[in-house]
């Protein structure tokens, strides 16, 4: 489409009184300025900067929706042209008029507009629990609609609508989207395949299929964070949110759950909305994008927060609501990079304020996601390193070497605590015993003491971590296969060489059950000794 700008005083002189004279001579002005212009018929005025009052940005003759001025618009499903019309009088807040062959879109404009002309983008249910799109137009938020149905899916129309707002128009060119049942399955769609056009989506029970959620990754990558609130009875909760909420996670994406206990499909949206508008305002915002000091090649950016889940109670709804994810939990910046002559990338979880020092851990394995001990180091401050592994046998002694280097010269401690669990303890061990003067403890959940890094096995090499005092803490479940061979047998060669080593057996836990295990201990011992 062409621009077609109509300067506010000839609009102005279009529906002032005045003889017919007078306004042939004004058509015909409109007519040269505009000759070799093709697209829309209506005007479309610079958008106003933030804090201003939003008047004059769109032709067309506008109505009231919820107290705020309502324009309509028809979009020619077939050409996309897009003109202006009237609401009619008997559809008030909503729309009851459907035109064959013309989609019906809608924009409300704010009071006052927000920094960075933000808006909301619904495609289903116009008008259908609106009280969230209220709010955020009391925020400086526009509010757009475009006609969508089982029968009208998300397609080249709604490329259109985007463009109209954002090059004619002058919205953010990354929309927040609202999406209640059809309409969150239809947000998903568009933005899986404009990832780089949306900022964030809100969807309240939506619909979804497995092709669909195969299509998230791009989202995650893009940084579009998600909220879902849904009902704990909705058929839709299991085969759609639950699995997108999982499979996100996974990609490093940030999702926030909210599930209304006893809640079925109906009614959508919370009788209060500050929460889902709190959480789309700030979301809206771009994101950070200064990378960390230390960040080397290909540097990437995910997100490390729990799963936990808090069971709080919403008194405007009724019932009490189960929160998790970002929305409700510390989010933490995760980084992976690669440095040169090292095999394999380097994840680094950061804290939101370092400690003095900058404390950190280095492990061989990735953390999972509720790695309890991790998660209250970093509230403490540390760093959380996840050494290179390349796609050979395992760790490689130089790589790590040179990882350790690279964070030491950008103010990472000289003495990290070492951290692993299972056989990524018997790495951490390896690397520690070749470098016993720069570690400063060594914490294991179920050691398996096997390294493809060592030329000697650490079970049989203990002595240089013993000769600089290097403690020890294994943590170990009574039923884990590996405790008598690896642990235990730890215990006793390291405490005959006079070093300092505490087991703990947890009675009744085998080697998968470490968020069960003395988290408050471990966390303790590792930040007594990198003090």
């Given at each position: 489409?062409?621009d ?17 004279r ?7 002005a ?38 705020f ?9 077939q050409?996309?042209a ?20 013309q ?30 799109e ?42 927040a ?27 309240d ?7 669909l959620?195969?299509k ?10 998600l ?8 058929p ?49 915002k771009p ?6 000091a ?7 950016k ?23 994810g ?11 990079f ?59 002694i ?29 790495e ?37 971590l ?9 943590i ?9 061979d ?12 006079g ?30 000794n990198?003090?």
């Amino acid at each position: 489409m062409n621009d077609l700008k109509i300067p506010r005083v000839l609009k102005q002189a279009l529906i002032v009184p005045g003889n017919s004279r007078t306004k042939l001579f004004i058509w015909a002005a409109l007519a040269f300025c505009f000759a070799g212009f093709a697209g829309t018929a209506f005007a479309a005025d610079v958008p106003a900067q933030a804090g201003e009052p939003a008047t004059g940005v769109l032709g067309g003759e506008k109505t009231a929706w919820h107290g705020f001025d309502r324009y309509d618009f028809l979009m020619d499903e077939q050409t996309l042209a897009i003109k202006p019309i009237k609401a009619q009088d008997d559809e008030m807040d909503g729309i009851k008029h459907q035109i064959k062959g013309q989609r019906r879109c809608i924009v409300v404009v704010p009071k006052r507009v927000a920094a960075g002309n933000p808006w909301s983008w619904q495609g289903c249910y116009w008008n259908h629990q609106p009280q969230a799109e209220v709010e955020l137009l009391k925020r400086g938020f526009h509010i757009a609609y475009i006609e969508s149905s089982a029968t009208l899916p998300p397609g080249r129309q709604w490329d259109a609508w985007h463009d109209f707002l954002t090059d004619k128009l002058g919205l953010s060119r990354k929309p927040a989207f609202i999406g209640m049942s059809k309409g969150g399955e239809f947000a998903y769609m568009w933005a899986a395949d404009h990832p780089d056009k949306v900022s964030c989506i809100y969807a309240d029970n939506p619909g979804g299929h497995p092709n669909l959620l195969m299509k998230m990754g791009p989202l995650a990558t893009n940084d579009v964070p998600l909220l879902n609130v849904c009902g704990s009875i909705d058929p839709s909760l299991g085969r759609t949110s639950l699995a997108l909420e999982n499979m996100y996670r996974e990609f490093g994406g940030r999702i926030t759950m909210m599930i209304k206990e006893g809640r079925g499909h109906h009614p959508h949206s919370l009788r209060d909305s500050q929460p889902i508008a709190d959480w789309m305002e700030q979301n809206a915002k771009p994101a950070s994008l200064t990378p960390p000091a230390f960040g080397g090649a290909k540097l990437i950016k995910t997100y490390y927060y729990s799963s936990a889940t808090s069971y709080r109670n919403f008194s405007t709804e009724g019932t009490y609501i189960a929160c998790r994810g970002p929305g409700f939990v510390d989010c933490y910046d995760r980084f992976s990079f690669e440095i040169e002559g090292v095999q394999g990338e380097i994840n680094v979880i950061v804290p939101k304020t370092p400690a003095p020092g900058m404390p950190w851990i280095y492990r061989a394995d990735y953390v999972k996601r509720d790695a309890a001990v991790d998660l209250a180091l970093l509230a403490k401050g540390f760093h959380i390193v996840s050494g290179p592994l390349p796609y050979a046998d395992g760790p490689v002694i130089a790589s790590w070497n040179a990882v350790y280097k690279h964070l030491t010269d950008h103010g990472f401690s000289e003495k990290p605590a070492m951290e692993g669990e299972g056989a990524a303890a018997g790495e951490e061990y390896a690397w520690a015993i070749e470098n016993p003067d720069k570690v400063s403890c060594i914490y294991a959940e179920n050691p398996v003491m096997r390294s493809v890094m060592a030329k000697t096995q650490p079970i049989d090499n203990l002595a240089p971590l013993a000769k600089a005092g290097v403690p020890l803490l294994d943590i170990c479940g009574s039923l884990d296969p590996w405790l008598a061979d690896n642990a235990m047998v730890v215990k006793k060669k390291y405490k005959k060489l006079g070093g300092k080593i505490t087991v703990i057996v947890k009675q009744g836990e085998g080697q998968f059950s470490p968020n069960s295990l003395d988290t408050k201990t471990a966390v303790d011992f590792i930040i007594h000794n990198t003090n």
